[in-house]
């Protein structure tokens, strides 16, 4: 079992910055890889980035390469999501996922074991 919190959503204007972390407590011994994933009102869950726990490497959707950026700290068992050039479509509830897998580009939301609670983050333009 692995236990996901998120945190760091927030209101901020459109050109703005944001991160969000996701603390990962539980059996964090085994290889696996965090996704990140947000879901606007009236849409499906979209997969936006992710990273395989053990190598560090990353992969982004092409709508937010460039801008946002994935990173973790062993020490924290925490994976962060730096959020940059923000703009009024990336309003939406933020999850962060986990996959029983190395493999970062898991984009499919229902192949993921674990999940946060979600954080808001709302641009206003």
């Known amino acids: 079992q692995v236990q996901l919190v998120e945190s760091g959503g927030g209101l901020v204007q459109a050109g703005g910055s944001l991160t969000l972390s996701c603390a990962a407590s539980?059996?964090?011994?085994?290889?696996?890889?965090v996704g990140w994933f947000r879901q606007a009102p009236g849409k499906d869950r979209e997969f936006i980035t992710g990273i395989s726990w053990s190598s560090g490497a990353t992969y982004y959707a092409a709508s937010v390469k460039g801008r946002f950026s994935i990173s973790r700290t062993n020490a924290k068992n925490t994976v962060y999501l730096q959020m940059n050039s923000l703009k009024a479509e990336d309003t939406a509830v933020y999850y962060c996922?986990?996959?029983?897998?190395?493999?970062?580009?898991?984009?499919?939301?229902?192949?993921?074991?674990?999940w946060g609670q979600g954080t808001q983050v709302t641009v206003s333009s």
């Open positions: 996922a986990a996959h029983p897998t190395s493999d970062n580009r898991i984009v499919q939301p229902h192949e993921y074991d674990y």
């Open positions: 539980g059996r964090t011994d085994n290889p696996y890889a």
